[in-house]
């Protein structure tokens, strides 16, 4: 079990900012900028971890579920955009980054993370998840 099942599962806390019947979207627990969000899909067992082995319907829900996050991220955030990137080396889960960014050496996963304050965290989490509301 990957620690993104256990997060889904509430095994593992997390900041969540949207979840649906498919799908779960929380922070970044060490983000590359305030914001940086995670999309990951309620995978039966087993998870898989290439979001290309998705079944068509689910990869094309998915991207509309990260459209949803990342409209409500970019009107939480000050940015110009919000950046994807899909690498999926770290997680053994399939999973998207949703990266708010100014320019686009900040969504470099060479950057250093950030660590930010649980108070923060939560704020921003709420922030994203009010703004998606609207």
Known sequence: MTIFTRIINGEI???KVAENEHFYAFLDI???QKGH???VPKLAEPEKDYIFDMEDDMLSEMLVFAKQ???GVKAAIDCKRVGVAVIGLEVPHVHMHLIPINKEGDMSFANPKMTLPAAEMAEIANSIAEAMEC
């Open 13 to 15: 806390p997390s900041y």
């Open 30 to 32: 060490n983000p590359l």
């Open 37 to 39: 969000t995670l999309v």
């Open 69 to 71: 996050v990342a409209k």
